[in-house]
């Protein structure tokens, strides 16, 4: 039976690193709100979530749908994927430590889409753009390099091979991370450019995924959104460091 | 053997979550930072995350020690610990349903933290005192009430009772969210105290979490850290709406 994944047709956003998983497994899914007549698959999402009838109703997108569960919040999705299509490690230390990742990366993400937004998602940037000129600044000086030095030392200190986060083959948070670099590198192409040497592990990883046969077929497919300014990685040149 | 409980030792922060549910089960645990010589646990800590030995760093504190398992993450570490100490329902949907609630609490706590650090955690509240606000009257206005409706429906969806957000019993998500609904108490209590007939089951599972026995003798403790504005919840009477 095939999965059914409930996100915002036009944008990445969290959906997005759902996806990557999907695809990479090889996995049978609909992308339900991206389906058919307009608008019917994104009611039918609204419907999961605000209908009387949800009993376990999820906050917000991405949730999955697998036989008779729904499951929300991407690194939830993310773990209960891994370990049925080989993106998880089978014992217990190796799931955990790679649920631990994908949180952290979520942390992260919550921070880079702060850059933009850091008052409040209600409001358009232009109406927080000075503070937003503030908490890039800050991003870009402080706590990007904290959490790609982080990752990187995760790399490098895998004691099987650098090449993946966790062990000797590709886990989901590989995959995330991917999604990370590229969505960094599309938001502030300036500032990445100048990390490219001290991240190098981590752009290696990012060039490594992009090649797997899957994900290069997905990436080229109309089945991937575009980035673009309506997602969680935006580029806006003024929040880009100096050139 | 006993866990191995890392954190800072002075505020209550992301590692109250885990102390409340190891106090909950009644598990034994050190609490290390808060142990022995001044500063002899947080260097301990800091070599576990910084150290060069170590194979699998924490981003961050909280993170625990159970045997060789060292588990960063909040919710990470709550979901290993819910099914060890009867927290957690036993069936693969009811886990996976109290992590989904754990995880939308995480991210509620983010927009919390961020009402007074809109800008920066590395600057202080007097630096950001404007910005803060702007952030803090849309949290009051339109992200609180969204997190707390959501879970105030949870309990009300709850087809067991509406006494706990997940089944027929107490679970690691409805500690925490005791933790939540007291910690915007204190932050906010102008604009909480005008809350308590909207969210009237979130309300009664708060105190009735509190009075549980190991959970009331555990507050009177010298173990619990008390709230400050050195916290993830803070008390600046701008920031908590009109009288």
């Given at each position: 039976m095939a999965y059914e994944l409930y996100y915002w047709p036009t944008i990445q956003g969290r959906g997005e690193f759902v996806r990557l998983a999907l695809e990479a497994a090889g996995a049978r899914y609909r992308d339900v709100a991206r389906e058919g007549g307009k608008g019917a698959g994104v009611a039918e999402m609204l419907r999961l979530m605000n209908g009387r009838n949800a009993a376990r109703p999820p906050f917000a997108p991405p949730f999955l749908r697998s036989g008779r569960l729904l499951i929300g919040q991407t690194a939830n999705?993310?773990?209960?994927?891994?370990?049925?299509?080989?993106?998880?490690?089978?014992?217990?230390?190796?799931?955990?430590?790679t649920h631990q990742l994908q949180l952290t990366m979520a942390d992260f993400l919550v921070e880079i889409h702060d850059t933009h937004h850091p008052v409040s998602g209600?409001?358009?940037?232009?109406?927080?753009?000075?503070?937003?000129?503030?908490?890039?600044?800050?991003?870009?000086?402080?706590?990007?390099?904290?959490?790609?030095?982080?990752?990187?030392?995760?790399?490098?200190?895998?004691?099987?091979?650098?090449?993946?986060l966790v062990g000797a083959a590709l886990?989901?948070?590989?995959?995330?991370?991917?999604?990370?670099?590229?969505?960094l590198c599309y938001a502030f192409p300036r500032a990445m450019a100048k990390t490219a040497r001290a991240y190098r592990r981590l752009f290696a990883l990012r060039a490594r995924v992009q090649e797997r046969p899957r994900i290069c077929a997905y990436l080229a497919s109309p089945r991937r959104v575009p980035f673009s300014n309506e997602g969680i990685f935006r580029h806006y040149s003024e929040l880009d460091g100096r050139a």
């Amino acid at each position: 039976m095939a999965y059914e994944l409930y996100y915002w047709p036009t944008i990445q956003g969290r959906g997005e690193f759902v996806r990557l998983a999907l695809e990479a497994a090889g996995a049978r899914y609909r992308d339900v709100a991206r389906e058919g007549g307009k608008g019917a698959g994104v009611a039918e999402m609204l419907r999961l979530m605000n209908g009387r009838n949800a009993a376990r109703p999820p906050f917000a997108p991405p949730f999955l749908r697998s036989g008779r569960l729904l499951i929300g919040q991407t690194a939830n999705i993310l773990q209960f994927l891994g370990p049925r299509h080989g993106l998880a490690p089978k014992d217990e230390g190796g799931r955990i430590w790679t649920h631990q990742l994908q949180l952290t990366m979520a942390d992260f993400l919550v921070e880079i889409h702060d850059t933009h937004h850091p008052v409040s998602g209600n409001l358009y940037f232009e109406e927080q753009k000075k503070e937003a000129r503030r908490r890039s600044a800050d991003f870009l000086k402080t706590r990007a390099p904290k959490f790609l030095g982080y990752f990187e030392r995760v790399l490098s200190r895998n004691a099987r091979t650098d090449r993946y986060l966790v062990g000797a083959a590709l886990t989901y948070a590989d995959l995330s991370m991917f999604q990370i670099i590229s969505g960094l590198c599309y938001a502030f192409p300036r500032a990445m450019a100048k990390t490219a040497r001290a991240y190098r592990r981590l752009f290696a990883l990012r060039a490594r995924v992009q090649e797997r046969p899957r994900i290069c077929a997905y990436l080229a497919s109309p089945r991937r959104v575009p980035f673009s300014n309506e997602g969680i990685f935006r580029h806006y040149s003024e929040l880009d460091g100096r050139a």
